[in-house]
């Protein structure tokens, strides 16, 4: 691929392009939800929460509230929710509820994830460059057995995506300049926003994140430099 | 170990304690010195090279410079270190100094180091608390095989040890309180700063770090909370 002869690092998006959120924090759920309100769908509780993820973060990049970690953004989201799915949020001790919240550290890769990161990796330096914190990141790293060079992006560049700061930090860490680095995604927007700040690109879909019913970023909306079926195609592309 | 019961994660000094800088040092500029400056010792090249670290990182502790990575103060001492060994900096291509000065990221691990850190993850979260910067510790981790589950230290807090930020938001990233996280290291001024900042403390000596002739940090010079061998004596003693 020619627009990869100087690419020395891949970061990764990794809610939805390295990791199912939705199945996880579905079944990390079940039990809480069917103690709290027997019924409830742990999938559609775990898309309400997911709503409230875009909204809390554009307080941040707005620059209407300082830079907070995400686990801290999921967990006032979390109790946002509650009363959505007819839980009085005074009925939950809080300990129950940071115990949920730790939910997003305990999500799967996808089947292709550690396979493809693992060969990846012999060739490039590889990282998240996710919106979660460093210790969600680890958390889940260590649990799935993802295997990353380092654990970089929003909170080491104290900047949410699509903040072009949080794509020139995390090349800067590198000391990398940014065509030096692709951005790896399956969301075609975080990938625009890497474009415009001259990383490279790579899309892989990821077509059920958001469930049976998905339909955004079902393909590639630009001409990214690499569109990959999965992680070990992209290795595979990439020839390593 | 009693004082140990809440410890979450493990963090490392690199320099001296993980990794042997003398000797790598030495190789990496051996070809370089007996090319412009031949006799000249490549133990005693590292030696100086080593001895301008502190007072370079003290211009920024006391806060007369901001914060720069410790790639530049590196490269910044190899320039002023030439005229020592007869060697006209001038005379130097400064892409053969930026390929000199990536010799600290090429260094070798103790015997003990990787076996030691392989089983410690097994129990703990463990991480670099090293004044090396990011990309530094990056190569190195890649080249050696340092299992590390993020690379945390100076760069991610923006202070040198033995400044109390770089204990305190190195503890701060990892979400952990001072006292569930232990410092590992050589040297026992490391040790009672990470002390100091209420973190758990972890002495193993490394007699030979500074050549056969070292008289500092050959034993534990206060009541650290625990004293090994090696890294592998270590995890014996963690029970992981």
Same mark, same amino acid.
């Not at 959505?84 to 009925?91: M, R, T, V």
């Given at each position: 691929?020619?627009?990869?002869?100087?690419?020395?690092?891949?970061?990764?998006?990794?809610?939805?392009?390295?990791?199912?959120?939705?199945?996880?924090v579905?079944?990390?759920?079940?039990?809480?939800?069917a103690?709290?309100?027997?019924?409830?769908?742990p999938?559609?509780?775990?898309?309400?929460?997911?709503?409230?993820?875009?909204?809390?973060?554009?307080?941040?990049?707005?620059?209407?509230?300082?830079?907070?970690?995400?686990d801290? *953004?999921?967990?006032?989201?979390?109790e946002?929710l509650?009363?959505? /799915?007819?839980?009085? @949020?005074?009925?939950?001790? %809080?300990? +129950?509820?940071?115990?949920?919240?730790?939910a997003?550290?305990?999500?799967?890769?996808?089947?292709?994830?550690?396979?493809?990161?693992?060969?990846?990796?012999?060739?490039?330096?590889?990282?998240?460059?996710?919106?979660?914190?460093?210790?969600?990141?680890?958390?889940?790293?260590?649990?799935?057995?993802?295997?990353?060079?380092?654990?970089?992006g929003a909170?080491?560049?104290?900047?949410?995506?699509?903040?072009?700061?949080?794509?020139?930090?995390?090349?800067?860490?590198?000391?990398?300049?940014?065509?030096?680095?692709?951005?790896?995604?399956?969301?075609?927007?975080? *990938?625009?926003?890497?474009?415009?700040?001259?990383?490279?690109?790579? /899309?892989?879909?990821? @077509?059920?994140?958001?469930? %049976?019913? +998905?339909?955004?970023?079902?393909?590639?909306?630009?001409?990214?430099?690499?569109?990959?079926?999965?992680?070990e195609?992209?290795?595979?592309?990439?020839?390593?």
């Amino acid at each position: 691929v020619p627009a990869f002869a100087d690419v020395q690092a891949l970061v990764f998006d990794v809610f939805g392009t390295v990791v199912d959120w939705r199945s996880g924090v579905a079944r990390e759920s079940a039990a809480f939800l069917a103690h709290y309100t027997p019924g409830a769908d742990p999938a559609a509780f775990a898309d309400a929460w997911r709503r409230r993820y875009q909204p809390a973060m554009e307080e941040i990049r707005s620059g209407r509230r300082p830079f907070i970690r995400l686990d801290v *953004l999921h967990r006032e989201n979390l109790e946002a929710l509650l009363p959505e /799915f007819e839980i009085d @949020p005074a009925s939950v001790l %809080p300990s +129950q509820l940071d115990a949920l919240n730790r939910a997003w550290h305990r999500l799967d890769p996808w089947p292709d994830s550690v396979p493809g990161l693992t060969r990846l990796k012999r060739g490039f330096i590889i990282a998240p460059l996710s919106n979660g914190n460093i210790r969600l990141m680890l958390d889940m790293a260590k649990r799935a057995g993802l295997p990353w060079d380092a654990i970089l992006g929003a909170e080491l560049a104290q900047a949410y995506k699509p903040r072009p700061e949080a794509y020139l930090r995390t090349a800067e860490a590198l000391m990398l300049e940014p065509e030096q680095v692709c951005l790896v995604a399956a969301h075609n927007g975080d *990938l625009a926003a890497a474009r415009g700040c001259g990383l490279r690109t790579a /899309f892989i879909p990821r @077509p059920t994140e958001h469930g %049976p019913e +998905q339909t955004s970023d079902l393909g590639p909306e630009e001409d990214w430099d690499i569109v990959a079926s999965d992680l070990e195609d992209l290795t595979n592309q990439l020839g390593v």
